[in-house]
C-alpha cells in the first residue's frame, strides 16, 4: 500500500511540473493523464493492445493548452493547487486498489489498471472522454485482467461492476455534500428555531409544488422579512408529512468556485440534473437565485439561467428560488424564457401584531444564550421603536436585530434584566440620536414642537407657528390618504431661515433630512435623474442609479423631511412629476419601481420675487417688504399652488433680530472657549458690528457665521494652537478703528 501511494504522489509531483509549465493555476484531471501518456510502464501496455497512444497525447496538449494562465508572480510548482476533480480521482485509485490487490499479482500493472479506471470514472470529464473514443474502455481493463490476473474468475467481474455501476450512488452522495446544503436534516435538528404564523402562505407553497408542470417557486420580498424562514418551515412539514422528501440547499459559492476549464460549470449542472431527475424526490433551494442570470455583478461568470432552464420543465424537478423585489427586477424578469417556468410568490413583512407573536416565542433563544430576562414591556419598546425608527429595514429582522443587540450590550456590561434606559443607550449608538431625544414620547415632543423650534429660529414666529400646526395636523391622522405626510413651501429671502428650520425639524422628529439643490434640475432632461433614465438609453435599469436619485431616496428614507430647495430654479417638467407626488403620494421610476411619500414630509423653499424685493429695498429703503406673491403666482402654475397645503412666508430679518442671533452665535462661541478655560468678553460694539455688516450684504442671517468665523474664530485658534492660551487666558473683544481688537 505504500508503494502504491508513493508511485501516486510522483504522479502529482509530475504532474504539478506538467501545470507549471502550461502556466496553470490548478493541476487538474488532464494534467495527470498526459503524465500517464509520458510515462513507458503505460506506453508499453498501450502499443501491446494497439492503443494509439499519440492520437491521445496530442488531443491532450491542444486541451491543455487553452486552460487560462496563471498569475506569473510565483513561478514554484508548490503554489499550484490540486483541482477538486484530481482529489475525486485519487479517492478513486485508493478505491480501486483496495478492489483489485488481491487479483492482479504484477504490482506495475496494478498500478496502470487502478489509475486507468479510476479515469473512467470520472463522468463527464475531458479525460474520460478521451479515453473512451480512443478504445481505452472498460472491455480494455477486462482484457489486461484477463492476461495478469492469477485468480481471473467472477471476482474480477463484480469489482468492475461494483466500480463503473455499484459505486454510482457513493459518487451522487459525494457531489451533493459537496455542492448542496441538506436543509431537511437542518430542521430536523434541536438548535433550529421554529417558523412562527405563515400558515397561508406554507399552504398555497404546498399547492403549487403539488403541481405537475413547472411546479417550480421564486420567493420574492425585501430583505428581512423572512424569505429563507418560510422555506425552512416548509422543509419542516415536508420531513414530518412526506417523509421521502428531500429539501437541499444550493451552495452558490462552492457551485460556482474554480471554474477555471471551459465546460467545467456545464458538467456540474447536467450532474446536478441527472442526480435530481433520477432521485425524483427532492426539493432543490437556490438562495439569491438572481445569480444564476449573468448579466449584472455576475457577468465574469456563465450565465446558468439557460444551463438550468432544462431542469425546469418537465416537473420531474422542483425548484424554490429566493431573491430581493431589486434582484428580481434587476437580473430575473428581463428573461422571459426563465420567468415562465416560476410561480412568483411574493412574501410580505409580517404586521406589527404577527412580528411581536414571532418576538414572543424566539425571545428565550437569546434569554439562554445572553443569561438575560426580556419582559413583555421591553418588547413593546423595542417593536415600538423599531417601528419609529428603523424606516429602511422589515419586520421581523430589524426587531430580531435589536433584540440581539441589546442582549449582546447587556452581556457586556454584565447585566442580567434588561432595561428601558438599555434600550434607549443602544438605540442612540445605532441611530446617532442624542439619548434624551429617544426617551422622550412622542406627546413632550409635538406638545413642546412649536417653543422648542423657536429656540433655534429666531424672529420668524408667525412662520414656525404654521409648521408646528401642519406637523401636528399630519401627526393626527386628519389628513387625507394617499397624500404626502405635509406639503409646505417657504417663501423668503435668502438667510432667513428657510432651509435651517427644515434642519431643526428633522432634529426635534428624529428623522432623516434628505435635500435636493434644485438648481442642479435646470434642465429639462434632469427629471431622468430623479426618476432614472427612460427605456432605450444610457443606465436603463442599472440597479440603483437606474431608479433615479429621488425614487432612491424615499426607498431608502420612507419617514424622512424631503427638502428642495429654491424650487423655482427647476425645470417645470418636475413641477409636473411634483404633482403626482402631493396629489396621490407615490411616485413610479422609469424602471418601474415604486414609492410611497405618505410618511413623507415635503417643504420647498422659493426666493421668486427676493430680486425684486432688494432693488425696491436699496430704491426706497423699504425693510418690510416680502418677495411678490405676483412673482410667486407668475412662476408655478395654479394646479401645482393648489396642491399645496400651506405657503409660508419667512419676513426679512430686522435689526433686533440680527442682534439677537449674533448674540446667540456669540454665546455658543463663548461656551466653547469656556471648556479651554478661555474667558471670552464682548460689547455692544461688537453686536453692532456684525449686525451692520450682514445688513449691507442682503443676505439674511447667512453671511454672520462667515464673519465671526473669519474675523473672530481664526484669531483666536490661531493663538490656541500657537500655545499663548495653553493655561487658559482672558480674551476682550472691542471695536477700535472700525476693526475689531482683542485685549486681555
Same mark, same amino acid.
Given at each position: 500500500?505504500?508503494?502504491?501511494?508513493?508511485?501516486?504522489?510522483?504522479?502529482?509531483?509530475? #504532474?504539478?511540473?506538467?501545470?507549471?509549465?502550461?502556466?496553470?493555476?490548478?493541476?487538474?484531471?488532464?494534467?495527470?493523464?498526459?503524465?500517464?501518456?509520458?510515462?513507458?510502464?503505460?506506453?508499453?501496455?498501450?502499443?501491446?493492445?494497439?492503443?494509439?497512444?499519440?492520437?491521445?497525447?496530442?488531443?491532450?496538449?491542444?486541451?491543455?493548452?487553452?486552460?487560462?494562465?496563471?498569475?506569473?508572480?510565483? #513561478?514554484?510548482?508548490?503554489?499550484?493547487?490540486?483541482?477538486?476533480?484530481?482529489?475525486?480521482?485519487?479517492?478513486?485509485?485508493?478505491?480501486?486498489?483496495?478492489?483489485?490487490?488481491?487479483?492482479?499479482?504484477?504490482?506495475?500493472?496494478?498500478?496502470?489498471?487502478?489509475?486507468?479506471?479510476?479515469?473512467?470514472?470520472?463522468?463527464?470529464?475531458?479525460?474520460?472522454?478521451?479515453?473512451?473514443?480512443?478504445?481505452?474502455?472498460?472491455?480494455?481493463?477486462?482484457?489486461?485482467?484477463?492476461?495478469?490476473?492469477?485468480?481471473?474468475?467472477?471476482?474480477?467481474?463484480?469489482?468492475?461492476?461494483?466500480?463503473?455501476?455499484?459505486?454510482?450512488?457513493?459518487?451522487?452522495?459525494?457531489?451533493?455534500?459537496?455542492?448542496?446544503?441538506?436543509?431537511?436534516?437542518?430542521?430536523? &435538528? @434541536?438548535?433550529?428555531?421554529?417558523?412562527?404564523?405563515?400558515?397561508?402562505?406554507?399552504?398555497?407553497?404546498?399547492?403549487?409544488?403539488?403541481?405537475?408542470?413547472?411546479?417550480?417557486?421564486?420567493?420574492?420580498?425585501?430583505?428581512?422579512?423572512?424569505?429563507?424562514?418560510?422555506?425552512?418551515?416548509?422543509?419542516?412539514?415536508?420531513?414530518?408529512?412526506?417523509?421521502?422528501?428531500?429539501?437541499?440547499?444550493?451552495?452558490?459559492?462552492?457551485?460556482?468556485?474554480?471554474?477555471?476549464?471551459? &465546460?467545467?460549470?456545464?458538467?456540474?449542472?447536467?450532474?446536478?440534473?441527472?442526480?435530481?431527475?433520477?432521485?425524483?424526490?427532492?426539493?432543490?433551494?437556490?438562495?439569491?437565485?438572481?445569480?444564476?442570470?449573468?448579466?449584472?455583478?455576475?457577468?465574469?461568470?456563465?450565465?446558468?439561467?439557460?444551463?438550468?432552464?432544462?431542469?425546469?420543465?418537465?416537473?420531474?424537478?422542483?425548484?424554490? &428560488?429566493?431573491?430581493?423585489?431589486?434582484?428580481?427586477?434587476?437580473?430575473?424578469?428581463?428573461?422571459?424564457?426563465?420567468?415562465?417556468?416560476?410561480?412568483?410568490?411574493?412574501?410580505?413583512?409580517?404586521?406589527?401584531?404577527?412580528?411581536?407573536?414571532?418576538?414572543?416565542?424566539?425571545?428565550?433563544? !437569546?434569554?439562554?444564550?445572553?443569561?438575560?430576562?426580556?419582559?413583555?414591556?421591553?418588547?413593546?419598546?423595542?417593536?415600538?421603536?423599531?417601528?419609529?425608527?428603523?424606516?429602511?429595514?422589515?419586520?421581523?429582522?430589524?426587531?430580531?436585530?435589536?433584540?440581539?443587540?441589546?442582549?449582546?450590550?447587556?452581556?457586556?456590561?454584565?447585566?442580567?434584566?434588561?432595561?428601558?434606559?438599555?434600550?434607549?443607550?443602544?438605540?442612540?449608538?445605532?441611530?446617532?440620536?442624542?439619548?434624551?431625544?429617544?426617551?422622550?414620547?412622542?406627546?413632550?415632543? !409635538?406638545?413642546?414642537?412649536?417653543?422648542?423650534?423657536?429656540?433655534?429660529?429666531?424672529?420668524?414666529?408667525?412662520?414656525?407657528?404654521?409648521?408646528?400646526?401642519?406637523?401636528?395636523?399630519?401627526?393626527?391622522?386628519?389628513?387625507?390618504?394617499?397624500?404626502?405626510?405635509?406639503?409646505?413651501?417657504?417663501?423668503?429671502?435668502?438667510?432667513?431661515?428657510?432651509?435651517?428650520?427644515?434642519?431643526?425639524?428633522?432634529?426635534?422628529?428624529?428623522?432623516?433630512?434628505?435635500?435636493?439643490?434644485?438648481?442642479?434640475?435646470?434642465?429639462?432632461?434632469?427629471?431622468?435623474?430623479?426618476?432614472?433614465?427612460?427605456?432605450?438609453?444610457?443606465?436603463?435599469?442599472?440597479?440603483?442609479?437606474?431608479?433615479?436619485?429621488?425614487?432612491?431616496?424615499?426607498?431608502?428614507?420612507?419617514?424622512?423631511?424631503?427638502?428642495?430647495?429654491?424650487?423655482?430654479?427647476?425645470?417645470?417638467?418636475?413641477?409636473?412629476?411634483?404633482?403626482?407626488?402631493?396629489?396621490?403620494?407615490?411616485?413610479?421610476?422609469?424602471?418601474?419601481?415604486?414609492? #410611497?411619500?405618505?410618511?413623507?414630509?415635503?417643504?420647498?423653499?422659493?426666493?421668486?420675487?427676493?430680486?425684486?424685493?432688494?432693488?425696491?429695498?436699496?430704491?426706497?429703503?423699504?425693510?418690510?417688504?416680502?418677495?411678490?406673491?405676483?412673482?410667486?403666482?407668475?412662476?408655478?402654475?395654479?394646479?401645482?399652488?393648489?396642491?399645496?397645503?400651506?405657503?409660508?412666508?419667512?419676513?426679512?430679518?430686522?435689526?433686533?433680530?440680527? @442682534?439677537?442671533?449674533?448674540?446667540?452665535?456669540?454665546?455658543?462661541?463663548?461656551?466653547?472657549?469656556?471648556?479651554?478655560?478661555?474667558?471670552?468678553?464682548?460689547?455692544?460694539?461688537?453686536?453692532?458690528?456684525?449686525? @451692520?455688516?450682514?445688513?449691507?450684504?442682503?443676505?439674511?442671517?447667512?453671511?454672520?457665521?462667515?464673519?465671526?468665523?473669519?474675523?473672530?474664530?481664526?484669531?483666536?485658534?490661531?493663538?490656541?494652537?500657537?500655545?499663548?492660551?495653553?493655561?487658559?487666558?482672558?480674551?476682550?473683544?472691542?471695536?477700535?478703528?472700525?476693526?475689531?481688537?482683542?485685549?486681555?
Amino acid at each position: 500500500m505504500i508503494d502504491f501511494v508513493e508511485r501516486l504522489q510522483e504522479l502529482i509531483n509530475e #504532474s504539478k511540473k506538467v501545470a507549471q509549465n502550461y502556466s496553470s493555476k490548478y493541476v487538474h484531471l488532464e494534467h495527470v493523464l498526459y503524465v500517464v501518456m509520458k510515462d513507458e510502464h503505460f506506453l508499453k501496455l498501450f502499443k501491446k493492445y494497439k492503443i494509439d497512444y499519440k492520437k491521445i497525447t496530442k488531443e491532450l496538449e491542444d486541451f491543455i493548452s487553452n486552460y487560462p494562465l496563471m498569475e506569473h508572480i510565483e #513561478s514554484s510548482s508548490d503554489n499550484i493547487e490540486i483541482s477538486p476533480h484530481v482529489l475525486v480521482f485519487l479517492g478513486y485509485c485508493n478505491l480501486c486498489h483496495k478492489c483489485n490487490e488481491d487479483v492482479v499479482i504484477n504490482k506495475d500493472v496494478l498500478f496502470i489498471t487502478n489509475v486507468i479506471a479510476s479515469f473512467l470514472f470520472m463522468e463527464e470529464t475531458f479525460s474520460q472522454k478521451i479515453l473512451l473514443s480512443n478504445n481505452v474502455s472498460p472491455l480494455f481493463l477486462t482484457k489486461i485482467y484477463q492476461s495478469y490476473s492469477s485468480n481471473m474468475s467472477n471476482r474480477v467481474s463484480e469489482i468492475i461492476n461494483e466500480t463503473l455501476d455499484g459505486s454510482s450512488n457513493k459518487k451522487e452522495q459525494l457531489f451533493l455534500s459537496q455542492y448542496t446544503i441538506n436543509l431537511t436534516e437542518k430542521v430536523k &435538528g @434541536k438548535e433550529w428555531q421554529p417558523l412562527i404564523g405563515r400558515d397561508d402562505e406554507l399552504e398555497l407553497l404546498q399547492y403549487i409544488l403539488l403541481r405537475h408542470d413547472k411546479p417550480n417557486i421564486i420567493l420574492v420580498g425585501n430583505h428581512g422579512v423572512g424569505k429563507s424562514k418560510l422555506v425552512e418551515g416548509l422543509a419542516k412539514i415536508y420531513s414530518e408529512k412526506y417523509t421521502d422528501k428531500e429539501f437541499l440547499l444550493l451552495d452558490n459559492l462552492s457551485f460556482t468556485a474554480n471554474i477555471m476549464v471551459k &465546460g467545467e460549470i456545464e458538467n456540474r449542472v447536467k450532474t446536478l440534473h441527472n442526480i435530481l431527475n433520477k432521485k425524483e424526490n427532492v426539493v432543490l433551494i437556490i438562495d439569491d437565485i438572481h445569480f444564476m442570470c449573468g448579466n449584472g455583478d455576475y457577468s465574469s461568470q456563465n450565465d446558468l439561467s439557460s444551463l438550468f432552464k432544462p431542469m425546469l420543465c418537465d416537473g420531474k424537478i422542483k425548484i424554490i &428560488g429566493i431573491t430581493t423585489n431589486e434582484d428580481y427586477r434587476r437580473f430575473i424578469e428581463k428573461d422571459d424564457n426563465f420567468v415562465k417556468n416560476f410561480f412568483k410568490f411574493t412574501v410580505k413583512e409580517p404586521s406589527f401584531d404577527e412580528t411581536k407573536n414571532i418576538i414572543m416565542n424566539i425571545k428565550s433563544l !437569546y434569554e439562554n444564550n445572553f443569561n438575560v430576562t426580556f419582559s413583555e414591556k421591553i418588547i413593546d419598546l423595542i417593536m415600538d421603536y423599531c417601528n419609529r425608527y428603523f424606516y429602511n429595514k422589515f419586520f421581523p429582522e430589524k426587531a430580531i436585530d435589536i433584540l440581539d443587540t441589546v442582549g449582546a450590550y447587556a452581556t457586556y456590561h454584565n447585566e442580567k434584566e434588561i432595561s428601558e434606559d438599555m434600550i434607549y443607550k443602544v438605540l442612540s449608538i445605532l441611530l446617532g440620536i442624542p439619548l434624551n431625544n429617544i426617551s422622550l414620547s412622542e406627546e413632550e415632543i !409635538y406638545k413642546n414642537l412649536e417653543n422648542t423650534i423657536k429656540k433655534e429660529i429666531i424672529g420668524q414666529d408667525e412662520a414656525v407657528k404654521k409648521v408646528s400646526e401642519a406637523v401636528i395636523i399630519s401627526k393626527s391622522g386628519l389628513r387625507e390618504t394617499n397624500k404626502t405626510a405635509i406639503s409646505l413651501m417657504f417663501k423668503g429671502s435668502s438667510g432667513v431661515g428657510k432651509t435651517e428650520i427644515c434642519k431643526v425639524l428633522s432634529k426635534i422628529l428624529n428623522i432623516p433630512l434628505v435635500r435636493f439643490d434644485m438648481s442642479e434640475y435646470m434642465e429639462e432632461h434632469s427629471v431622468s435623474k430623479l426618476l432614472g433614465a427612460p427605456p432605450g438609453y444610457k443606465g436603463f435599469g442599472d440597479g440603483k442609479s437606474g431608479n433615479g436619485l429621488l425614487i432612491n431616496a424615499i426607498d431608502e428614507h420612507p419617514s424622512c423631511i424631503l427638502l428642495l430647495d429654491e424650487i423655482e430654479k427647476a425645470n417645470s417638467k418636475i413641477h409636473n412629476v411634483l404633482l403626482q407626488v402631493m396629489d396621490n403620494g407615490k411616485l413610479t421610476s422609469s424602471s418601474g419601481k415604486s414609492v #410611497s411619500f405618505e410618511h413623507v414630509y415635503l417643504i420647498m423653499t422659493s426666493n421668486v420675487g427676493s430680486y425684486n424685493s432688494h432693488k425696491i429695498r436699496i430704491g426706497f429703503g423699504n425693510d418690510d417688504y416680502t418677495p411678490s406673491d405676483q412673482d410667486y403666482e407668475d412662476r408655478f402654475l395654479p394646479e401645482f399652488r393648489n396642491r399645496i397645503d400651506s405657503t409660508i412666508t419667512f419676513n426679512n430679518l430686522s435689526s433686533d433680530v440680527l @442682534k439677537t442671533i449674533c448674540i446667540k452665535f456669540l454665546d455658543e462661541l463663548k461656551s466653547i472657549l469656556s471648556k479651554k478655560m478661555i474667558d471670552f468678553e464682548y460689547n455692544d460694539d461688537i453686536i453692532n458690528y456684525i449686525v @451692520k455688516k450682514v445688513e449691507n450684504s442682503n443676505n439674511g442671517a447667512r453671511p454672520m457665521k462667515h464673519i465671526i468665523t473669519n474675523e473672530i474664530k481664526n484669531v483666536i485658534a490661531k493663538d490656541i494652537v500657537f500655545g499663548k492660551y495653553k493655561n487658559g487666558g482672558k480674551i476682550l473683544l472691542k471695536i477700535k478703528d472700525n476693526k475689531i481688537y482683542f485685549g486681555e
